[in-house]
């Protein structure tokens, strides 16, 4: 069985501080990916990025990057210089290869950038 | 492209009523599936299909039934809706290339309340 564990349920930062929102999961699959969606306050999901287990190089996008740990089962987020439109609930995800059709999500942490 | 289109976006029904929530996507992805969103729990998959003429369930599945007579539509029907079927519903598709590891596309979201 997979499971995804996001412990922060609510951060809350001021705009231009760093910010790391923690992820960790569980699967006994040698092959998996992780991704990270963002949900903004309208609702929608947003995929931010998707890494697989083989590839533990981290990655930065702009103000984003990741952190992927196999020797912890961990896939961090850092938002660099956050900003007020970073508000919303971010989710950790998690897909097996014996269980490609869907996602195990985590329980997703709520990100509130104050000015 | 339109994606992955849900309708309503909005819905209000009684405790015992049925309806069915559409989705349908135009990327002809194999993959479909149904998760539903409740504060503090993340998604959970409620159903999945794999390609048309097969589903199967996930998670929280009760309650619920599902078809797939074509690779666009995959309908969510609630067959006598009850107050803890309250919830956001997503629906998403993949493709099924790289084993199905791909991100999923997931559609905007119906509000369901059920009083």
């Known amino acids: 069985a997979q499971k995804v564990t996001q412990a922060q349920t609510e951060i809350s930062v001021v705009e231009k501080e760093d910010v790391t929102l923690d992820c960790v999961y569980e699967?006994?699959?040698?092959?998996?990916?992780l991704f990270w969606y963002k949900q903004p306050p309208s609702g929608e999901l947003v995929f931010l990025i998707r890494r697989n287990s083989f590839d533990e190089q981290n990655e930065i996008s702009g103000r984003y990057s990741w952190n992927f740990q196999k020797s912890t089962s961990s896939f961090n987020f850092t938002i660099t210089a956050s900003q007020v439109v970073d508000s919303a609930v971010y989710f950790c995800a998690l897909k097996t290869s014996g269980s490609a059709r869907q996602l195990t999500f985590g329980s997703g942490t709520q990100l509130t950038v104050l000015p | 492209n339109a994606g992955v289109t849900q309708t309503p976006k909005f819905q209000v029904l009684k405790t015992g009523q049925s309806m069915t929530l559409q989705c349908a996507q135009d990327m002809n992805h194999e993959y479909m599936s149904w998760y539903r969103q409740d504060p503090g729990m993340g998604l959970r998959l409620i159903h999945y299909s794999v390609g048309a003429g097969i589903t199967d369930q996930g998670e929280v599945p009760n309650g619920y039934n599902v078809s797939r007579s074509t690779t666009e539509d995959f309908p969510l029907r609630l067959l006598s809706a009850a107050p803890s079927q309250t919830s956001v519903y997503f629906c998403?598709?993949?493709?099924?290339?790289?084993?199905?590891?791909?991100?999923?596309?997931f559609g905007p979201g119906t509000r369901l309340t059920v009083l």
């Open positions: 998403a598709s993949s493709p099924r290339r790289a084993g199905g590891l791909d991100e999923q596309f």
């Open positions: 699967t006994r699959d040698t092959t998996y990916y």
